[in-house]
């Protein structure tokens, strides 16, 4: 890997503080943290597309949570179109094998590990230009699948790189293990319940979600089915856990 330029370092430092900041937050549910992610990514190191898996068992089963960003201005601006993937696997067994054998911590080309097999298919749609994928160990038996395409120069490969050890942290400082009723979580019940773990009232979730306000109580009304609660409280205590590890905003440094 090439090194970094002092401006590399300069546009790193921004995205980087925000992994940090995310790392901080203990309100963000485990799909809402793989598309965050997605996004960071994808504007610190122009790409046109990236997917993260993150999986607790084989590669060849389920992800746990998943999420595809796609550059909609196709310009690497950044401008990302988020698209969630449910009970996202690989779809090629093969393929699955292969990146088992890979050694974890390191991003191989696409073409390197399998000439046919779908990466992802809200990524991988053949217009969006080389592609990198990377097994990355993320404490325990868990592990984050990242597919980055729009390869299009070393800088990009070379950020990529520098800043993936610090989504690592990121991810494995943020991740939860959630009740297993929020796995079903449609995104508008899941932005719901996010802004209620950050304290604010029906009123604030309205303004800040875009749902009217009876929208809000009728999802609170569904959030409250589902983890088998009765009270605002309670579903805030049964929601939230603590992760292993915390790391504090702007705390994460690059691998250069």
Avoid at 17 to 43: D, F, P, Q
Avoid at 130 to 153: N, P, W
Avoid at 207 to 224: C, D, I, M, Q
Wanted: aromatic residues 6%; proline residues 3%.
């Amino acid at each position: 890997m090439d090194e970094l330029s002092m401006t590399d370092l300069a546009e790193l430092s921004f995205p980087i503080y925000k992994l940090g900041e995310l790392s901080a937050s203990r309100e963000v549910c485990n799909r809402t943290l793989m598309c965050k992610t997605a996004r960071i990514l994808l504007h610190a190191c122009g790409l046109g597309g990236v997917g993260v898996a993150m999986f607790e068992g084989p590669l060849d089963g389920p992800a746990s949570a998943s999420c595809a960003a796609i550059d909609t201005a196709g310009e690497h601006t950044g401008s990302a179109c988020v698209l969630e993937q449910d009970e996202w696997s690989i779809a090629t067994p093969g393929l699955a094998m292969t990146l088992s054998s890979v050694s974890k911590g390191e991003f191989v080309f696409r073409d390197e590990v399998d000439e046919k097999g779908d990466v992802w298919a809200a990524v991988e749609d053949g217009q969006l230009g080389r592609t990198m994928v990377g097994v990355f160990g993320v404490g325990g038996a868990k592990q984050l699948l990242i597919v980055a395409s729009g390869i299009e120069d070393e800088r990009s490969e070379t950020l990529l790189r520098a800043i993936v050890s610090s989504v690592s942290q990121c991810c494995e400082s943020d991740w939860k293990k959630e009740p297993a009723w929020m796995a079903d979580l449609r995104p508008a019940s899941r932005q719901v319940l996010e802004l209620v773990l950050r304290g604010y009232d029906d009123d604030q979730v309205s303004e800040l979600s875009g749902l009217t306000y009876h929208s809000v109580r009728a999802h609170l009304k569904r959030l409250f089915r589902a983890a088998g609660v009765r009270s605002r409280l309670h579903l805030m205590q049964v929601c939230r856990s603590s992760p292993t590890t915390g790391v504090t905003a702007g705390a994460m440094a690059v691998a250069v």
